[in-house]
């Protein structure tokens, strides 16, 4: 009977409305959620016959929620350091615990701070993931999961780091006399011949002990340069004399470094061998570039040392914490020194809309959004993070208002069909009387 079906539709369009008011309760009290995603209430028909004939049987309406996921909020300031926002598409990585046996989830919830133990997590308790640098700033990305581990700096206080990169800024005299005798590799270092310039620097073993290696420079020819460099003394390494490596250091015509002529075990990694069995890293001597100004260069002016920069040492108490765009994430020591210690991947899906959503602000993976990839900020399509930064809720206060009005006044029209179908049918049941 189609007066029993005009019921039903009353029926299902109270049920479709208050699921609508539903969605519209939840955007509007996570207003103030960070990296809140808000759903969009959409309606489909219900059809019992979908042939149009002289008796008519109505279907009704159901609620069809829409996840607004791939909608980003305003970026907004923090004072925060470890507050970060994707600013583009992607996902932070994160896992309920701090095992690798914890579920994996994503989020752009990113406000982050270390909790007792030093990890970073969200304020749904998440765990930050990211990949671990070695002392060559380098990672491995096996687009899994799996090679992440939980973001945590504080197990680097009262460490200590070997140090793997010096890096050198200094000009040689250009009018020096030439080196007039017979020169022999070792000779600077040994001190039977004396060079026109030298300078030292301090690095440091795995242990956080400090070594002093001298740079020295002896001109034997126009734009030549005989190059030591030598621990000082020489029994803090086991090479012979101390000497490390030795090249030829030549320039150009115009003052700048003519790197493809000079030697390359100038430009190779130091290998630094301790006479007291600390640790080591292999160390990259940067002296400059082919044709640069950046490093060893020969002008008018006196040999002097204009800057050096050496990593590694001892290190203190975590000052703070700085993330870049790209996701490496540093350590700040409390005596200036930074380190590099994690990359932070971002997670990118071919319909994040179809994301499962969990509390706490998290997404999960499920057959309609596709499988996660796994890459650097900023690449295949992927955002790029904004340190001191958060993503507000992308919920409009106003269109959820208005929404809220609409879904109130079907739902009290639903309710109309209900009662005038009751009216319709107590008149026919008056008709036996």
Not at 79 to 94: E, H, K, R, S, Y
Not at 100 to 105: H, K, L, T, Y
Request: charge should be negative.
């Amino acid at each position: 009977m189609s007066l029993y079906s005009a019921l039903y539709a009353g029926v299902s369009g109270l049920s479709a409305q208050s699921s609508a008011m539903a969605t519209v309760a939840d955007n509007i009290t996570n207003i103030n959620t960070v990296g809140y995603k808000g759903v969009s209430t959409e309606f489909r028909t219900l059809v019992t016959d979908g042939r149009i004939k002289s008796s008519y049987a109505a279907g009704g309406v159901a609620a069809a929620p829409q996840a607004l996921i791939s909608k980003q909020g305003l970026l907004q300031a923090s004072a925060n350091q470890t507050d970060l926002a994707i600013d583009g598409a992607g996902f932070f990585v994160v896992r309920t615990g701090d095992t690798s046996s914890s579920d994996v989830a994503f989020t752009r919830a990113g406000a982050f701070k270390p909790d007792l133990q030093g990890y970073l997590r969200n304020t749904s308790g998440f765990y930050l993931q990211g990949w671990r640098l070695d002392a060559q700033g380098n990672f491995v990305d096996t687009g899994s999961t799996s090679a992440l581990e939980p973001v945590r700096l504080s197990e680097l206080t009262g460490s200590a780091a070997p140090t793997s990169n010096v890096q050198l800024r200094a000009n040689l005299k250009s009018d020096e006399v030439p080196f007039a005798g017979i020169y022999v590799v070792g000779d600077m270092a040994a001190g039977t011949v004396t060079p026109n310039f030298t300078r030292s620097v301090d690095i440091y073993d795995a242990q956080g002990g400090a070594h002093r290696v001298t740079l020295a420079f002896l001109k034997t020819a126009a734009n030549t340069w005989q190059t030591e460099v030598y621990a000082t003394p020489a029994a803090d390494v086991t090479a012979a004399g101390g000497l490390l490596t030795s090249g030829t250091l030549k320039f150009n015509p115009d003052g700048s470094l003519d790197k493809a002529g000079s030697s390359p075990t100038l430009f190779a990694p130091l290998a630094v061998s301790w006479t007291n069995g600390a640790g080591s890293q292999p160390i990259n001597l940067k002296l400059g570039s082919n044709g640069g100004l950046d490093g060893i260069t020969q002008f008018g002016g006196e040999s002097a040392l204009i800057s050096s920069s050496v990593d590694g040492g001892l290190l203190g108490n975590i000052a703070s914490i700085e993330v870049s765009d790209k996701g490496v994430v540093s350590a700040i020591f409390d005596d200036g020194t930074a380190r590099a210690v994690f990359q932070l991947p971002i997670a990118t899906f071919q319909n994040p809309d179809g994301l499962t959503r969990l509390s706490g602000n998290g997404f999960a993976v499920s057959s309609a959004s596709g499988s996660a990839a796994i890459n650097k900020p900023g690449a295949l399509g992927s955002g790029r993070i904004s340190a001191s930064t958060l993503e507000a809720s992308n919920v409009d206060l106003a269109q959820e208002f208005t929404n809220m009005i609409r879904f109130q006044r079907a739902y009290s029209a639903s309710s109309k069909i209900i009662t005038t179908v009751d009216e319709m049918l107590q008149e026919l049941g008056n008709l036996k009387r």
